[in-house]
């Protein structure tokens, strides 16, 4: 029996009947990390002897007929930018290399409630700053359908450890696609919700408008699942929406006759290679065949996307990353000799590259005299963006896309090239700008790597995208694919 072989209501009905316990699939995914973890590097912390005792103790509840949840027993992942009390949460940054919070965070609390078994926390980004994890202070992460590449980021570790069989199903975040691409290039289910369904309490902060949390899983099936267990509203965090949750595996119909697909020319036009775009076409031609039926539309501000993400986005994190300053918590420099020489030796010392660049030019978005010119013109662009998503919607139901222009690239390759870098997200990019939701799933392989299909819904329609990408997934087998590590 493996984590790959069995869908989660497969593993649920196995506990149910005991005819396996939670132990048994902690020992499998320790198991599998003993194998794969020395290629794959997807682990910063694992838990194991919480894990054990949690996975004991849930094996005795199985003695009793008591009601439990369906993600009950899992062993699961948390990216290293949610916090766990009395489990160290870097970020993957040198700056919080010995930081051990005394709190979890609310997804992290859901789950303990719902009695996931949590593994270890997952490699980053740095701060979740970057589209390869390789800004990790620590080790880069690797693709396990090809360890020369990279698996995406921020959330690779997360895509990685998912697509490996190291744990069942993993907690990603995503601020410019952070959970999509990753998952586009693992070769896995990825969806990022709309903004302020899923608490942000206790996720490190890197773009507030931005961040979202949300599932990275093998199919899609099993996303709706998870999304089950962490969705919600949370009065700890001021951005949550209070709205009720629907039940999402009944959206999962298969039925999507009718249905009307809007496909942007921007999204399948220069730069996107022209193998993933037959991939896209083929994808569509499945859902033309289940009854829908698409048209090519327009998102006409998508060109300055990035540019407007990258403004608001490093001006945010010029702000939240005020609070690392050496003082407070985290590391802090040996070689001070006055309060200026901690400040800026602690943080000169305890961040990366890529954030240095990204809190400058935040920094220098937001300072007098640029404020109007950058930051401000870059929230009215953004508006103009999410107008562009809403007239589409007033005629169509979903749009689709690739999740990115290209499949993986190998490590280093684009790591001296930040612009390169950055446009890896183009196609993710507008969504979170929009805050609406998108997943990506499987759709196919270009030179053996994944490529990614992103369906993007209407805010709060979790249930439309949800029903489309199972629909295309159950008349397709890319998601039963598993890399060969």
Not at 9 to 33: A, F, G, M, N, P
Not at 232 to 248: F, L, M, Q, R, W
Request: hydrophobic share 40%.
């Amino acid at each position: 029996m493996s984590l790959f072989e069995l869908n989660l209501q497969q593993i649920h009905t196995k506990l149910q009947s005991k005819e396996i316990k939670v132990s048994d699939l902690v020992d499998q995914s320790y198991t599998r990390i003993g194998q794969v973890e020395s290629k794959v590097r997807a682990f910063l912390t694992l838990d194991e002897e919480n894990a054990r005792q949690t996975a004991a103790r849930l094996d005795e509840q199985l003695l009793s007929n008591a009601t439990r949840s369906d993600v009950f027993g899992l062993p699961i992942g948390i990216k290293d930018n949610m916090v766990t009390e009395g489990l160290k949460t870097t970020c993957a940054s040198k700056f919080l290399s010995n930081h051990i919070p005394i709190y979890d965070a609310t997804v992290v609390s859901k789950l303990k409630d719902a009695q996931a078994v949590t593994i270890g926390k997952l490699n980053m980004d740095e701060f979740a700053m970057g589209g390869s994890n390789e800004n990790s202070a620590f080790h880069p992460t690797h693709n396990p359908w090809n360890t020369d590449y990279v698996p995406g980021g921020s959330s690779g570790g997360s895509a990685a450890a998912v697509a490996a069989g190291e744990v069942y199903f993993a907690l990603g975040s995503d601020t410019g696609g952070s959970i999509r691409q990753p998952a586009a290039y693992c070769g896995i289910v990825g969806l990022k919700p709309t903004y302020g369904l899923v608490s942000r309490y206790g996720l490190v902060a890197f773009a507030s408008s931005l961040d979202q949390i949300g599932p990275l899983t093998k199919n899609v099936e099993d996303a709706a699942y998870a999304m089950q267990a962490i969705a919600g509203y949370d009065p700890k965090d001021s951005t949550s929406a209070n709205v009720e949750i629907p039940n999402y595996l009944s959206a999962l119909t298969g039925d999507v006759k009718g249905l009307r697909i809007g496909v942007p020319k921007e999204y399948m036009g220069k730069g996107i290679d022209p193998a993933v775009k037959d991939k896209i076409l083929e994808a569509l031609k499945v859902l033309e065949g289940l009854g829908a039926v698409w048209e090519e539309v327009t998102l006409p501000h998508s060109e300055y996307a990035v540019a407007t993400y990258y403004l608001l986005a490093s001006s945010e994190a010029s702000s939240n990353l005020a609070r690392f300053d050496g003082i407070r918590y985290g590391v802090r420099s040996d070689n001070a000799r006055n309060l200026l020489d901690l400040y800026n030796l602690s943080r000169s010392e305890g961040f990366g590259p890529e954030v240095k660049r990204r809190i400058m030019l935040g920094t220098y978005a937001l300072s007098s005299g640029y404020y109007d010119a950058y930051y401000l013109k870059a929230q009215q662009v953004r508006t103009l963006i999410k107008q562009d998503f809403d007239q589409v919607f007033n005629n169509y139901d979903i749009i689709i896309g690739p999740t990115a222009p290209t499949t993986a690239f190998r490590i280093g390759e684009q790591s001296s090239d930040p612009l390169t870098m950055y446009l890896n997200d183009i196609m993710t990019i507008p969504v979170s700008l929009a805050g609406i939701p998108a997943i990506s799933v499987p759709c196919g392989f270009v030179n053996e790597l994944p490529v990614g299909l992103q369906i993007i819904g209407k805010a709060l329609d979790e249930a439309t995208v949800l029903r489309v990408a199972h629909a295309f997934e159950q008349h397709t087998d890319h998601h039963k694919q598993r890399p060969q590590l």
